[in-house]
């Protein structure tokens, strides 16, 4: 009986982190991923760069300054 009700605890708590996980502003992360882009590029890092700038489009695919840098 104790057993199950940790198992259900840990299930409970996993769940609820991967959903607030999956809940992210898509707003917030375009910069972050946009930020993070222009960092690599400055750093000549151009492949991770161009990874960034496509994760920062795929929240955004009218993100005019993402599609720019690429």
Do not use: H, W
């Amino acid at each position: 009986m104790i057993m199950s009700t940790k198992v259900s605890i840990v299930l409970l708590t996993t769940l609820s982190l991967f959903a607030v996980g999956c809940s992210k502003d898509p707003q917030v992360a375009k910069k972050e991923y946009f930020d993070k882009g222009n960092t690599y590029f400055e750093q000549k890092k151009y492949p991770e760069a161009i990874i960034e700038y496509r994760n920062a489009i795929q929240q955004d695919p009218q993100y005019g300054e993402a599609r720019l840098k690429l």
